[in-house]
């Protein structure tokens, strides 16, 4: 092997453990693919969506970019989506950011970092949303962890307005939207309130999300 032939030769030793775990694993992969789960994610390695939900793989479709952002001209990720929705019949779709994430960071002090710019605008459009709530907050770092919360609330509404889910809720399939968001220091996965299942809960749900979210920051 020319290049990376330590990747090739841990890949080598993985598939040998998990054959002699399971010798069907892989037949049954190859088989069939029904995941209950789209996941919608940051691109950032340290967030991989199988491993911090316990899921094999099989069980989660997964969508990854900078920021977890869903924008409403990403044909990318409306193609996941659409897939996920009318083809593999998911059940739930997740959009799950984290604290700590490096293009919330960027949106939020604005740095001029070239072509990224433009994608990061769709943050900075959710950070001006809630500039005075930010702006009260004591110090960059807790509106930093703020914005991180704020954007996978924001990424949801986009989801739930998408044709998308609009035309399944519409036709009565089953799905429901979650946003969580995830702990690197800790491991842990926090639900964000935004859970729904049709498009007349939006606004209420979205609305409540949000006031929970700036409770956690501003108590008092």
Known sequence: MK???ELFAANARWAEDVRAAD???FAGLANLQSPAYLWIGCSDS????????GLKPGEVFVHRNVANVVVHTDLNCLSVMQYAIEVLKVQHIIV???????GVRAALEGPSLGLIDNWLRHIQDARDRHLN??????????????????????????????????DAW????????????????????????TSLKE???L???IAQAVTAARSRYMPH
């Open 3 to 5: 290049y990376l032939p």
């Open 23 to 25: 010798p069907h694993f």
């Open 46 to 53: 340290r967030v991989p969506a199988n491993q911090i939900t």
């Open 96 to 102: 799950c950011g984290h604290y700590g994430c490096g």
């Open 133 to 166: 709530f930010l702006t009260a907050l004591p110090d960059n770092a807790a509106r930093w962890r703020a914005l991180c919360e704020l954007n996978v609330i924001e990424q949801v509404r986009n989801v739930a307005r998408t044709t998308l889910v609009g």
């Open 170 to 193: 519409q036709r009565g399939q089953p799905l429901t939207l979650h946003g969580w968001i995830y702990g690197l220091e800790d491991g842990r996965l926090q639900d964000l309130q």
């Open 199 to 201: 498009g007349a809960e």
């Open 203 to 205: 606004d209420t749900v």
